[in-house]
């Protein structure tokens, strides 16, 4: 899947948030690397809850694939169902099979054509005739060890700098240091940790912090998204909406640092929506 999809933010593990934030936040791709771990039972079911669609379809060949191969890749591009605005590949290692499957994953944005990922994944091996049939089919490999992996990825996929950071371990440090501000929002905003935690507070704070969302793989966590279909529809459309905009030196301000008008309830930079702060 484009990544777990979880159905109650305050149960989140701060792994999974801090992931969302890492793939839609606006920067450079090789800031927007999202390394996690996909785990399935020994029955073959995946061990997080997911929609039944065409990328479920392509997850479980994504397992199966883990079972003969340990180097996996996985490419869905824009478009769809939930009408990405961008394309993705998911690269596995297979770290173990003894009692299910373990891969260790890593989620990259892909900034290119439908028609250029048909080409790349069938340079990688694969056998695909229209972009559709990426989401359902994985791609194994045979390599000598992850640096072979990672090269034959680059060749394939270009964005040199997405896979030196991958070398570097830049992706896994980042995502260390996203997880420390997602756990210390969760912990600010909640008090004890486990009261309710709505969506549009949680962005807020995250943007106070300097990440702002660019709406990539899963759309924007702002209020004025939560409703659509897709991931965030998905996992934000049952949470309680109620942020609203500080008073600072007597004047109202967005998160975003965009000064409103008294009364207003949509920044008109940044999109974010609010409660009347009448």
């Keep these: 899947m484009r990544e777990r999809l979880i159905t109650d933010l305050n149960k989140q593990d701060v792994g999974e948030l801090a ?31 997911c929609k039944k669609d065409d990328e479920y ?3 479980l060949d994504f397992r199966d694939k883990a079972e003969k191969f340990d180097y996996l890749v996985w490419l869905s591009p824009s478009g769809g169902v939930y009408k990405y605005p ?73 964005m040199e700098e997405v896979w030196q950071a991958i070398r570097n371990g830049d992706d896994v440090k980042l995502k260390e240091e996203v997880v420390e501000v997602v756990t210390e929002v969760r912990r600010n905003i909640s008090g004890d940790g486990r009261s309710e935690v709505t969506i549009a507070a949680f962005e807020g704070e995250i943007i106070r912090r300097g990440y702002d969302f660019g709406g990539g793989n899963h759309g924007t966590l702002t209020m004025n998204t939560v409703r659509l279909s897709g991931a965030f529809g998905i996992i934000f459309n049952k949470a309680e909406i109620g942020l609203r905009a500080e008073y600072v030196d007597g004047k109202i301000v967005c998160p975003c640092g965009e000064v409103l008008k008294e009364g207003q309830t949509k920044c008109p930079k940044c999109g974010l929506k609010f409660v009347s702060n009448s």
Excluded: T
């Excluded at 020994?42 to 809850?49: I, L």
């Design 57 to 59: 379809l392509g997850l």
């Design 86 to 158: 961008e394309g993705r590949v998911v690269i596995g290692k297979v770290i173990n099979r003894d009692s299910g499957i373990k891969i260790e994953c890593r989620g990259i944005p892909l900034l290119m054509s439908q028609e250029k990922m048909v080409d790349a994944g069938n340079n990688l091996g694969g056998e695909y005739k229209e972009a559709e049939e990426l989401r359902k089919k994985a791609i194994g490999l045979i390599c000598w060890n992850e640096e072979d992996f990672w090269q034959r990825c680059e060749d394939a996929l270009g």
């Design 19 to 49: 992931g969302l934030v890492l793939e839609n936040k606006k920067d450079e791709i090789k800031k927007r690397i999202n390394p996690y771990v996909l785990e399935f039972d020994e029955n073959g079911e995946p061990k997080f809850p």
